[in-house]
């Protein structure tokens, strides 16, 4: 009998994370009142009004991504992850990415290191055609062990034209776009499952496919910024817009709660994913932490699904997934790849 393994397990409690999140977040609710802010808490990116322009700001890192190159001794690409978690977040209210700071603690400098870092979010940086326009380094050996590396951006947009998730409404068409694979989030996860139970190196070969199992962790997170403002500059009505990273396709909720989701007709997921289901971790807990090959998630009208899905794939394959449901309310329904239903 396999034994079952979840994100807890890993050392990543996700209602643990949330109570935190909101502690914090309880005691900075008063400073609200300096800024003139356009969207609800909870969503991908906050939104300031600015004059007669709307300002998104998000900010991520890449997590425990980092030892896998650690793991790897390859840098160059984790800087794409970066830039991809927070230009991606960006997206979900409708803006457009301009700018970006960066930071960089190190247990100690590393100039060749940095070097290749720096090779990964210049990438992604053009990908997004978006400026770096600073950022900050630090040199903490007590607190750092070898680095982390995170992010803030700045996006723009007419006021007018902000994508919330309050006109979603029942009909409306569920479009999602392919994932490269694992992206940045659940890598605590699998790393537990590929380290740990099955005791494999990262040189080793992913079980089922002739990729090393560190090369398919490390595929940079996709970043869709091409093909979602192609969308957002045409006549397509967008309803919402959802990132898929931590916390899975309940992310989908932070756009509306008031409806239902359902994905009757999700992609078969890469490989990596069905290895890491197959060794342990329920079904549920699958599509509650990983992308389970959709990276990103637009809810359009009805009438605009076939175009919205012929202007993504220029860029990246996309299909529809399913569709939004009056009742029962607050709910992500999932006929998932092993022909199981989850509700997330």
């Known amino acids: 009998?396999?034994?079952?393994?979840?994100?807890?397990?890993?050392?990543?409690?996700?209602?643990?994370?949330?109570?935190?999140?909101?502690?914090?977040?309880?005691?900075?609710?008063?400073?609200l009142k300096y800024a003139d802010i356009l969207t609800g808490e909870g969503h991908f990116a906050s939104i300031i009004r600015l004059g007669d322009k709307a300002i998104a700001m998000s900010t991520d890192g890449v997590g425990s991504k980092i030892l896998v190159a650690e793991k790897m001794g390859k840098y160059d690409t984790i800087g794409i992850d970066c830039i991809a978690m927070v230009v991606n977040d960006i997206l979900c209210?409708?803006?457009k990415p301009i700018a970006i700071v960066d930071y960089l603690a190190m247990e100690k400098p590393d100039p060749e290191i940095a070097s290749k870092i720096g090779e990964g979010l210049a990438k992604g940086a053009e990908l997004a055609e978006t400026a770096i326009i600073g950022g900050e380094t630090a040199t903490l050996p007590e607190i750092i062990k070898?680095?982390?590396?995170?992010?803030?951006?700045?996006?723009?947009?007419?006021?007018?034209?902000?994508i919330t998730g309050e006109n979603i409404k029942a009909g409306d068409i569920i479009i999602g776009v392919e994932s490269s694979g694992i992206h940045s989030n659940g890598l605590t996860l699998a790393r537990k499952i590929f380290f740990e139970k099955l005791n494999l190196d990262a040189n080793d070969p992913l079980p089922g496919s002739r990729d090393k199992i560190g090369d398919e962790l490390l595929k940079p997170t996709r970043i869709y910024v091409k093909p979602i403002l192609e969308v957002l500059n045409?006549?397509?009505?967008?309803?919402?817009?959802?990132?898929?990273?931590?916390?899975?396709?309940?992310?989908?909720?932070r756009l509306k709660n008031t409806v239902t989701y359902n994905i009757d007709n999700p992609p078969e997921p890469q490989t990596i994913f069905k290895t890491i289901h197959e060794n342990g971790v329920p079904i549920n807990e699958m599509y509650r932490v990983f992308n389970m090959g959709i990276g990103f998630i637009l809810v359009v009208d009805e009438e605009d699904a076939k175009?919205?899905?012929?202007?993504?794939?220029?860029t990246?394959?996309?299909?529809?997934?399913?569709?939004?449901?009056?009742?029962?309310?607050?709910?992500?329904?999932?006929?998932?790849?092993?022909?199981?239903?989850?509700?997330l």
């Open 93 to 95: 209210v409708g803006a």
């Open 146 to 162: 070898n680095f982390d590396l995170a992010a803030t951006g700045i996006g723009v947009t007419d006021p007018e034209k902000i």
């Open 316 to 343: 990246f394959n996309a299909k529809e997934i399913g569709a939004v449901e009056k009742e029962p309310v607050g709910a992500v329904k999932i006929k998932t790849y092993t022909e199981e239903d989850v509700t």
């Open 307 to 314: 175009e919205t899905i012929k202007t993504v794939q220029k």
């Open 1 to 31: 009998m396999i034994r079952l393994v979840t994100y807890a397990d890993s050392g990543v409690d996700i209602g643990l994370e949330a109570l935190t999140v909101s502690k914090l977040t309880s005691k900075l609710k008063n400073t």
């Open 234 to 253: 045409s006549e397509i009505k967008v309803h919402g817009l959802a990132h898929i990273t931590g916390g899975g396709f309940a992310n989908i909720k």
